[in-house]
C-alpha cells in the first residue's frame, strides 16, 4: 500500500500550505494519525502541531468526524477506505527547522507538515508537490533530495517518491527562483541551491570549493571504492542578512547562513566569513555518514513522539564539528595556520566557561532537551557543549592514536570500523552502543583508550593538549583573552537591546558575579558616564586591572548600584603555533594529520 500526500504553497502570503494525506485501508476501529513533536538532528520537543489549522477528515464526498487525542494526534472515526485528511499548516519559522512560506519562496520539513497515519510508517509514500496558484509563480522551480516519479522531471512540480515515512522526512524541499550550481563528486551528482538575494554569488567558486570538500569525505570513508552512500547530494541554502544554522539529512541538508558568508565574484582569498560557511557545509555533509547512517542505538528507530536520550552526542556532534575543519584542511580549502587557528577558538572557548567543570559531555548529551537546546543566562556555567568539548575530545584521540602509532593509526580507522559494521548489519543495523566507541577503537588501532575517553567523556576532564601537540611540532601558548574588555575585566557578554547595553552572560567567579550584577540586566552608567550599546568597552578602557569601578544598572525597573573590582588576572586565551625548530619526525606526522595523501 501506498501513503499519499499532496501539498500547495495555498496562500504565500499568509504563510499557508494546504496539505492532504490519503491512507486507503484505514484501521476499522478509528485510523489515528500524529505529527512528529520533534525533528531529527534537533533535539528539543518542537510541537510541530501547534502550526495545524483547520483540519478535516473525508471519506469519499462524506465528512468523517474527527477527534483529537492528545496535543499531536487526531483519531477519525471508522470509514471504508480510503479515508483523506485535508488541513492547513501556518508555515512562518525561517529555520532549517521548520517551513517557511511567503511570495518569494517556500520551504518546508515533511515533520512539520506531513501527518503520519498510525501502522503505515513502514509503506512507501507518494507526495505530490503543487505550485502555488498566479503567474507570477510560473517561474518557481523545485529543490528537494526526494526521487521524482517516472512523470516528473527533476527540479520542477510533480509527484515525488519516498520508500517509507522517514525517508519522506527526511528529504526537506524547497521551491522558488533560487540561483543553482551542480558538480559531481567521486562520480555522484550535487546540487546547491541558494535562497535570497545574493548580488553576484560566485556559483564556480562555490561549486569547485564544495566538490573538493565532498572528495576528501568520501575518500576518507572509502579510501578503496570511493563510493559516496547516496546517489546524489541536494544543499538548500537560504542566505539572509544575519543567521546561522544547518540540519542534516540523508542526502541533502538545510543551511541558513549570512549572505556575507558566501563568495562573490572576484573574491580571492578565503575570508574567515566563506570559512564559517564552507565549516557548516562540510558539518552537515559528514553528518551523512555520521547520526543519518551510524547512530546512537537510542535512533533506531527514531522515536517522533518523544525525546530520545542517548549520551553520546559528543560522538555524533562532536567528532562531526572535529571533522568538518578538519577534512576543509585536508581538502586543501584551509591552510594548516587557519586550521590551527579554529581548534584554538574552540579550546578557548571551552576553558573559558565553568560549565565544563560541573558537566560531562555524556550528561551533557543526555540532557541535550533541556539544556544544551534550552540555553538560559547561566549556560556558560553549567553547560558543556558537546559540539565544542567533543570535537576537542575527537582532536584528542586522533593526536594520540596518531602519536602512539608513528602515525601509522587514527581517528579515521576507527570511524572506517564503524562504517563497516554499519555497511555489513544492513537492514539489521541496531546502531552504536553507549559503550561501544572505546572497544571499537581498540579493535581498529589495536591501542586501548578506554580509561582515557572516560575521563574525557563520563568524567570533566580537561585534555591536556599541550602534551599532545608537542609530537606534531605544535606549540599550545596560553595567553590572556583581551580582545573584549568587558569580558575581560568584568566577567560578563552583553549584547545590543536598541541602544541598551544588556548583560547576557555573568561568569562564574568573575568581578561581574562578585559585585551582584546579573543577566538580564541594563548598565546604563559607569563611573558617573553614560552607558549605551556600544560604549561599554570604551569607557573601560580608561580603567586598569583592580580598580574599583561604579557600575550603576536597572534590575527590570529598579536602578542598582554595585561597585566592579576589574579582574587581575583576564581568562585564558590558547593561541597554536607551528614550532620551526621542531623535528623531521614531528613535521612528518604533523602534515599526516592535515594533508590528504
Ligand atoms: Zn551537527
Request: charged share 25%.
Amino acid at each position: 500500500m501506498t501513503v499519499r500526500y499532496a501539498i500547495r504553497p495555498a496562500q504565500p502570503a499568509a504563510h499557508v500550505f494546504h496539505v492532504t494525506v490519503t491512507v486507503d485501508t484505514p484501521d476499522p476501529a478509528g485510523q489515528h494519525f500524529m505529527l512528529p513533536a520533534w525533528i531529527p538532528g534537533s533535539y528539543m520537543i518542537r510541537e510541530f502541531a501547534r502550526h495545524i489549522g483547520r483540519i478535516s477528515a473525508l471519506s469519499g464526498d462524506d465528512r468523517v468526524a474527527l477527534e483529537k487525542i492528545d496535543k499531536h494526534t487526531w483519531r477519525a472515526a471508522p470509514a471504508e477506505g480510503p479515508l483523506t485528511l485535508a488541513y492547513e499548516v501556518y508555515a512562518w519559522d525561517l529555520s532549517v527547522r521548520g517551513a517557511h512560506l511567503d511570495e518569494t519562496h517556500a520551504f518546508f520539513n515533511g515533520t512539520t507538515v506531513f501527518l503520519l497515519p498510525a501502522g503505515h510508517r513502514e509503506e512507501p509514500c507518494r507526495l505530490d508537490i503543487l505550485p502555488p496558484e498566479g503567474r507570477r509563480f510560473s517561474q518557481w522551480k523545485v529543490a528537494t533530495g526526494l526521487q521524482p516519479a517516472r512523470t516528473t522531471r527533476r527540479g520542477t512540480f510533480g509527484t515525488y517518491l519516498a520508500a517509507d515515512y522517514d525517508e519522506l522526512i527526511d528529504c526537506p524541499v524547497e521551491m522558488g527562483t533560487f540561483q543553482r550550481v551542480e558538480f559531481t563528486a567521486c562520480g555522484v551528482p550535487h546540487e546547491m541551491v541558494v535562497t535570497g538575494r545574493v548580488p553576484k554569488l560566485d556559483l564556480k567558486r562555490l561549486g569547485a570549493d564544495l566538490q573538493r570538500m565532498a572528495e576528501t569525505q568520501i575518500r576518507m570513508f572509502e579510501p578503496r571504492r570511493q563510493m559516496a552512500p547516496f546517489e546524489r547530494y541536494t544543499f538548500l541554502t537560504m542566505a539572509v542578512g544575519d543567521g546561522y544554522g544547518g540540519l542534516e539529512h540523508r542526502n541533502s541538508t538545510a543551511l541558513i547562513c549570512r549572505r556575507d558568508d558566501l563568495p562573490y565574484t572576484g573574491m580571492k582569498d578565503t575570508t574567515s566569513a566563506y570559512r564559517t560557511f564552507l565549516g557548516l557545509a562540510s558539518h552537515e555533509y559528514f553528518h551523512s555518514w555520521n547520526v543519518k547512517r551510524m547512530r546512537p542505538a537510542a535512533f533506531v528507530p527514531y522515536d517522533l513522539a518523544r525525546e530520545n536520550y542517548t549520551r553520546l552526542l559528543w560522538m555524533f556532534e562532536g567528532f562531526t564539528s572535529y571533522y568538518d575543519d578538519v577534512l576543509l584542511a585536508r581538502a586543501g580549502l584551509l591552510t594548516e595556520a587557519q586550521y590551527l587557528e579554529t581548534i584554538a577558538k574552540t579550546l578557548t572557548t571551552v576553558t573559558q566557561r565553568s560549565g565544563r567543570l560541573k558537566q560531562s559531555v555524556a550528561e551533557s548529551s543526555f540532557d541535550a532537551w533541556i539544556k544544551y537546546y534550552r540555553q538560559d543566562e547561566n549556560a556558560p556555567n553549567s553547560v558543556v557543549s558537546y559540539y565544542q568539548k567533543g570535537a576537542l575530545v575527537a582532536a584528542a584521540i586522533d593526536l594520540t592514536l596518531r602519536g602512539r602509532s608513528s602515525g601509522r593509526r587514527s581517528l579515521d580507522d576507527v570511524m572506517r570500523l564503524l562504517w563497516r559494521r554499519y555497511r555489513k548489519a544492513g537492514a539489521a543495523y541496531t546502531g552504536v552502543l553507549e559503550e561501544e566507541l572505546p572497544e571499537a577503537v581498540e579493535e581498529a588501532t589495536g591501542i586501548d583508550l578506554t580509561r582515557l575517553i572516560r575521563g574525557w567523556t563520563e568524567g570533566t576532564r580537561d585534555v591536556d593538549f599541550a602534551a599532545l601537540f608537542a609530537p606534531f611540532g605544535i606549540v599550545v601558548e596560553r595567553g590572556l583573552a583581551l580582545d573584549e574588555p568587558h569580558f575581560a575585566m568584568m566577567g560578563l557578554k552583553t549584547r545590543r537591546d536598541g541602544a541598551d547595553c544588556r548583560i547576557v552572560n555573568v561568569f562564574d567567579g568573575g568581578p561581574a558575579q562578585a559585585a551582584g550584577l546579573s543577566g538580564g540586566d541594563v548598565i546604563v552608567a559607569m563611573g558617573g558616564l553614560r552607558v549605551r550599546a556600544s560604549n561599554l568597552d570604551a569607557l573601560l578602557s580608561r580603567y586598569a586591572a583592580g580598580d574599583a569601578v561604579e557600575v550603576t544598572a536597572f534590575r527590570r525597573d529598579e536602578l542598582q548600584q554595585h561597585v566592579v573590582t576589574l579582574a587581575r588576572q583576564p581568562p585564558p586565551k590558547y593561541v597554536l603555533k607551528v614550532d620551526a625548530a621542531a623535528t623531521k619526525t614531528a613535521a612528518r606526522l604533523r602534515k599526516q594529520w592535515l594533508r590528504e595523501r
